[in-house]
């Protein structure tokens, strides 16, 4: 090798850099501290030549600095150097210090080294850092090399101390300035051909976190996150490698090369490695610039005391500042709370506090098998929770929840897509699936199945298979038949998943009117109308969640009319449940002697997550919706009911949740049940403030469909109402029908996914089915109900 004062090859920091040596172990952070090792003592040996020839060997008054990655040991193989001639403008200055740079430069260029250089004085770097927020944050790492080192510490002191004293004017600037660098070099977890510096969770995103650390706003992760930057670093430097080029542009025409000098199988799990590092640095900066903005709203002067403004939730949980957080008083561990924790935060487009995290997962205890019914709509509930599901599912996976809950998941997790109509890797594609399919759930009879299929629907998209339908279809069986779904549910989900592509693929590939293309779509629904209908919304959800080329308006138009005519092939099979039964259990003798002496039997069972509510009382105009809103008004959340009236008697089984952690006692719910009947409304009078304060977003806004379903009953008009549930929505169900004069007979209520499905058999007041002008009114009649148009009154 030339000596370093004189001589420097490109191929010598190749030789230092081990180009054999890149899957032992620790061999990245050694060879990236020989390679800033040898670039320092070679601008050092340049400096110091020059000094002599110019000034006679005196450094006093001018000193050479690195910043960027040769000032904090990270440089790779074929790195920039970034190097500061300083100087005190007075025993140094004028030709001499341009001697010296030159001096410097020109050797380094001429040996092929990427300069970047500046020459400036202590106040010069400190002017130069207040005006410009990039030379800023590079400066903050100023290292000193050779020379005066009175003067690199000068700098690195002025730097850190206005760094520190402007971080709060500063912050919006650099927040800004984030943005727009990751919408001009795009997203290192979604490009093919990522930018590994300067593309969202590259390099460049660590510097912002040291840059907030040094402001001494907030702390940043540390642990996986620097294992993380470690592995990207171990990237780029096989690409400089590889390239013989100090490029940070993962192309595609070197990616089997650099996976193969990392002792990765191919380019995918090359891409894989990317993918999952980035993650976890744009989790990072994503999380500590949201404390570095707390801190910096605790610091604005307040008059009086400051007091934490904590929101309740429900659940032992609060919004705190924009996240999530658990109530002193909860318990960790506890799989069904953090469910529950991540929709409510999801449900709100906030993220859980990274306290929040750990807590929750710390000492978690293990799904039981199957899932429990409480967890299983909890985790239904997450679904179905819109957009905010994206960075709540982010956090849990980096977290190693989701992989706790579906282990199939890590098989696909960060896996790239090489289709150009994809715009997301397996994983964010399956989640970005969910969101769209929660849109669309209201169109579907079973928006649990939709939502679940939606997540599953690619869980086959692994290495080494040809036909990921036929291949995930047993796999999304397996998981749903783990979460505790039943037989018919799992069947299914495995049947959506294998032919999730069959209705697409029928539309663009087949003449959608030729009526053999319409009896092939229904024999893969086998004939089920419902089926039909989750085919088609989980079909445009994965399209749409797949990119703006895999749904055209051509594609959708093809989809939605062989779905019509299929749709009209199958009209009047459609499946209908059928009248609630088995309530004669509950008419005990002891019960029925009660009930002849004038009183309710009510009793109230807790169960995991909430309770079962009995009421057996003699049935009543209006006992439907006073016991809806009696439950409404004591903070509890109804999740399904089976209502049954047998021979007078109403025998109803109410499954509730309790968001406040209470559970009313059964004797206070009987009297209160006894005052209502009485025409004393003073138990529902806490009903109207129901949702006050608990931080629920907005219902959604699309209007509510109610149906009637002819020829369900011979003995009863059947009513079905979809709608967006809130709190007291039964009531108002109730009190429309009351208002009405209908009698419910029997009723199933279910809430999937924040929508409910409810099926009434209802009579008039004689006891026989209502006639077509009172069918219609009381149809308009419950949609304006549901929707809020028409409220019923409380008090």
């Known amino acids: 090798m030339d000596d370093l004062r004189t001589g420097h090859r490109p191929t010598d920091r190749l030789d230092l850099a081990g180009t054999r040596d890149f899957t032992r172990p620790g061999a990245g952070r050694d060879r990236r501290d020989r390679v800033s090792s040898f670039g320092l003592r070679h601008a050092a040996g340049l400096f110091d030549e020059a000094c002599t020839a110019a000034l006679g060997g005196r450094t006093s008054g001018v000193a050479l600095a690195a910043v960027g990655s040769l000032a904090r040991g990270d440089a790779g193989p074929l790195s920039d150097y970034d190097l500061v001639l300083l100087h005190d403008g007075r025993t140094v200055r004028g030709k001499q210090v341009d001697t010296v740079a030159d001096a410097v430069w020109y050797p380094l260029?001429?040996?092929?080294?990427?300069?970047?250089?500046?020459?400036?004085?202590?106040?010069?770097?400190?002017?130069?850092?207040?005006?410009?927020?990039?030379?800023?944050?590079?400066?903050?790492?100023?290292?000193?090399?050779?020379?005066?080192?009175?003067?690199s510490a000068a700098v690195q002191q002025s730097v850190a101390h206005d760094w520190r004293s402007n971080a709060r004017k500063r912050l919006p600037e650099l927040v800004e300035q984030v943005g727009l660098r990751h919408a001009r070099h795009g997203d290192l977890t979604t490009a093919l051909e990522p930018d590994l510096k300067e593309a969202r969770g590259g390099l460049r995103d660590m510097t912002i976190l040291r840059s907030l650390t040094a402001a001494w706003l907030t702390d940043r992760p540390h642990g996986s996150v620097d294992e993380a930057y470690e592995r990207l670093l171990d990237v780029r430097d096989a690409v400089h490698v590889v390239t013989g080029r100090g490029r940070d542009r993962l192309a595609r025409e070197d990616q089997d090369a650099t996976a193969a000098l990392l002792g990765l199988p191919d380019a995918d799990?090359?891409?894989?490695?990317?993918?999952?590092?980035?993650?976890?640095?744009?989790?990072?900066?994503?999380?500590?610039?949201?404390?570095?903005?707390?801190?910096?709203?605790?610091?604005?002067?307040?008059?009086?005391?400051?007091?934490?403004?904590?929101?309740?939730?429900?659940?032992?949980?609060?919004?705190?500042?924009?996240?999530?957080?658990?109530?002193?008083?909860?318990?960790?561990?506890?799989?069904?709370?953090?469910?529950?924790?991540?929709?409510?935060?999801?449900?709100?487009?906030?993220?859980?506090?990274?306290?929040?995290?750990?807590?929750?997962?710390?000492?978690?205890?293990?799904?039981?098998?199957?899932?429990?019914?409480?967890?299983?709509?909890?985790?239904?509930?997450?679904?179905?929770?819109?957009?905010?599901?994206?960075?709540?599912?982010?956090?849990?996976?980096?977290?190693?929840?989701?992989?706790?809950?579906?282990?199939?998941?890590?098989?696909?997790?960060?896996?790239?897509?090489?289709?150009?109509?994809?715009?997301?890797?397996?994983?964010?594609h399956l989640v970005e699936t969910v969101v769209e399919a929660a849109a669309r759930r209201r169109d579907v009879d079973r928006p649990d199945l939709l939502l679940v299929t939606a997540l599953l629907h690619d869980i086959g998209k692994i290495a080494?298979?040809?036909?990921?339908?036929?291949?995930?279809?047993?796999?999304?069986?397996?998981?749903?038949?783990?979460?505790?779904?039943?037989?018919?549910?799992?069947?299914?989900?495995?049947?959506?998943?294998?032919?999730?592509?069959?209705?697409?693929?029928?539309?663009?590939?087949?003449?959608?009117?030729?009526?053999?293309?319409?009896?092939?779509?229904?024999?893969?629904?086998?004939?089920?109308?419902?089926?039909?209908?989750?085919?088609?919304?989980?079909?445009?959800?994965?399209?749409?969640?797949?990119?703006?080329?895999?749904?055209?308006?051509?594609?959708?138009?093809?989809?939605?009319?062989?779905?019509?005519?299929?749709?009209?092939?199958?009209?009047?099979?459609?499946?209908?449940?059928?009248?609630?039964?088995?309530?004669?259990?509950l008419l005990t003798p002891q019960v029925m002697e009660r009930l002849l002496v004038g009183e309710a039997h009510v009793a109230v069972v807790p169960v995991e997550g909430g309770a079962r509510v009995e009421v057996v009382d003699r049935d009543r105009m209006g006992l439907f919706a006073d016991?809806?809103?009696?439950?409404?008004?004591?903070?509890?959340?109804?999740?399904?009911?089976?209502?049954?009236?047998?021979?007078?008697?109403?025998?109803?089984?109410?499954?509730?949740?309790?968001?406040?952690?209470?559970?009313?006692?059964?004797?206070?719910?009987?009297?209160?049940?006894?005052?209502?009947?009485?025409?004393?409304?003073?138990?529902?009078?806490?009903?109207?403030?129901?949702?006050?304060?608990?931080?629920?977003?907005?219902?959604?806004?699309?209007?509510?469909?109610?149906?009637?379903?002819?020829?369900?009953?011979?003995?009863?008009?059947?009513?079905?109402?979809?709608?967006?549930?809130?709190?007291?929505?039964?009531?108002?169900?109730?009190?429309?029908?009351?208002r009405l004069g209908l009698v419910v007979r029997s009723a199933h209520v279910a809430t999937y996914a924040g929508q409910t499905l409810d099926t009434f058999y209802v009579t008039g007041a004689q006891g026989l089915t209502i006639d077509p002008p009172q069918v219609a009114r009381a149809i308009a009649a419950l949609i304006d109900a549901c929707d809020g148009t028409r409220p019923g009154a409380v008090g």
């Open 109 to 151: 260029w001429d040996a092929g080294v990427r300069l970047d250089h500046a020459v400036r004085t202590p106040a010069e770097s400190r002017k130069v850092a207040a005006d410009d927020l990039g030379a800023a944050v590079g400066l903050l790492d100023i290292a000193h090399v050779a020379g005066d080192p009175v003067l």
């Open 464 to 585: 080494g298979v040809h036909d990921h339908a036929v291949e995930g279809a047993p796999v999304a069986a397996s998981i749903a038949r783990r979460m505790g779904f039943g037989p018919d549910d799992v069947a299914a989900v495995e049947l959506l998943v294998r032919q999730h592509l069959a209705l697409v693929d029928l539309a663009t590939r087949r003449d959608p009117q030729d009526p053999s293309t319409v009896r092939e779509l229904v024999a893969v629904v086998e004939e089920r109308p419902e089926l039909l209908e989750q085919l088609r919304a989980l079909t445009e959800a994965d399209a749409v969640a797949a990119g703006p080329s895999a749904w055209t308006s051509w594609r959708a138009r093809l989809v939605q009319d062989l779905s019509a005519l299929a749709r009209d092939s199958l009209a009047g099979r459609r499946a209908l449940r059928t009248e609630p039964g088995g309530a004669e259990e």
């Open 269 to 428: 799990a090359l891409l894989t490695e990317v993918v999952r590092s980035a993650r976890g640095v744009a989790f990072a900066l994503d999380s500590t610039l949201r404390r570095a903005s707390q801190a910096q709203r605790a610091r604005t002067l307040r008059v009086g005391p400051r007091r934490p403004t904590l929101r309740p939730l429900g659940f032992g949980l609060f919004e705190h500042d924009g996240e999530v957080v658990l109530g002193r008083r909860t318990p960790p561990g506890d799989q069904l709370l953090l469910m529950r924790a991540a929709a409510a935060a999801a449900r709100r487009n906030l993220p859980l506090a990274p306290v929040t995290v750990r807590n929750l997962t710390r000492d978690l205890a293990p799904l039981p098998q199957p899932w429990s019914e409480a967890q299983r709509a909890a985790f239904v509930d997450l679904l179905a929770s819109g957009p905010g599901l994206v960075q709540v599912w982010e956090a849990l996976d980096l977290a190693g929840v989701i992989a706790q809950w579906i282990p199939e998941w890590k098989a696909v997790s960060s896996r790239p897509q090489r289709s150009p109509v994809h715009r997301h890797t397996v994983d964010r």
């Open 627 to 738: 016991t809806a809103g009696l439950l409404a008004a004591h903070g509890l959340v109804v999740r399904s009911a089976r209502l049954r009236t047998v021979e007078e008697t109403a025998v109803d089984v109410w499954h509730v949740e309790a968001p406040a952690g209470e559970l009313p006692a059964a004797a206070d719910l009987a009297r209160d049940l006894r005052r209502l009947a009485g025409g004393d409304r003073g138990p529902l009078r806490g009903l109207g403030r129901q949702g006050e304060g608990s931080g629920e977003p907005a219902a959604d806004v699309r209007p509510t469909r109610a149906t009637v379903e002819p020829g369900a009953s011979d003995d009863a008009t059947v009513i079905e109402v979809r709608a967006a549930d809130r709190p007291g929505l039964l009531r108002d169900i109730g009190l429309t029908m009351t």
